[in-house]
């Protein structure tokens, strides 16, 4: 099943609890927080407090992908401040086992995520540990990124590493997505599709999202 799982890092920052409303009108059933922390990538976002405030503000699941040095520190954090889903770098975290298994030991969904030029061999020990594969379609960091294409074939590949290994792990894509790429990387085997930009830039959020639904219902 597609999911839309819209980027507030594109919202008006004045207005987060109407635009999840928008957003939630609209069918997307997960938001997406990017966590940055101005050393693992070159910007800076939200914290906790924010996320604590998110909690309050939706009934949607909250999403965060932490962006940050030593996630292992701060990964419980954030789901006692509300997270339902907490994803790490593989590129941030020598220790990312444990930290999964941290987050999940209190109560979220974990995630592994992996930059674009990443070997997805990366995640040859961990693939078992996780929920869910975060992969990465642009450079972590910016929203409005372009798609970079050769995350189409890294999502079938994963899939396939997915399903001969007999697992559940859901596929979540994140960066550049929007109506030209959004059908192929589904047909690919994404099921849960980040997207900032193309919902928050057009001025009708709700309608893109419905609209992004739209481009891949003909796929199930
Ligand atoms: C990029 C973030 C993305 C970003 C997506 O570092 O992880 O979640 O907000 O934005 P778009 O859809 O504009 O690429
Ligand atoms: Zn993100």
Do not use: C, W
Request: proline residues 5%; without cysteine.
């Amino acid at each position: 099943m597609v999911e839309i799982a819209p980027s507030i890092l594109s919202a008006d920052f004045t207005r987060l609890a109407e635009e999840i409303a928008a957003v939630e009108h609209g069918g997307a059933t997960i938001v997406h927080v990017d966590v940055m922390d101005g050393h693992f990538v070159p910007n800076i976002t939200v914290g906790l407090p924010v996320v604590r405030s998110l909690a309050r503000a939706t009934q949607l699941p909250l999403d965060t992908h932490l962006m940050i040095s030593e996630p292992g520190r701060y990964a419980e954090q954030f789901v006692e401040a509300g997270a339902r889903m907490v994803s790490v770098h593989v590129e941030a975290d020598p220790h990312i086992h444990r930290t999964l298994a941290a987050i999940r030991k209190k109560g979220a969904k974990a995630g592994v995520v992996v930059n674009p030029a990443t070997s997805l061999s990366a995640l040859d020990e961990v693939l078992q540990y996780a929920d869910y594969v975060l992969l990465m379609s642009v450079n972590p960091g910016f929203g409005g990124q372009q798609f970079i294409p050769a995350s189409v074939e890294r999502v079938r590949r994963l899939r396939r590493m997915i399903e001969e290994r007999g697992l559940e792990t859901r596929i979540e894509i994140d960066g550049g997505i929007d109506l030209t790429n959004i059908e192929k990387v589904a047909a690919a085997g994404a099921e849960i599709m980040v997207a900032g930009t193309a919902v928050f830039g057009q001025g009708d959020p709700a309608g893109a999202v419905r609209g992004l639904l739209n481009a891949t219902a003909q796929l199930v």
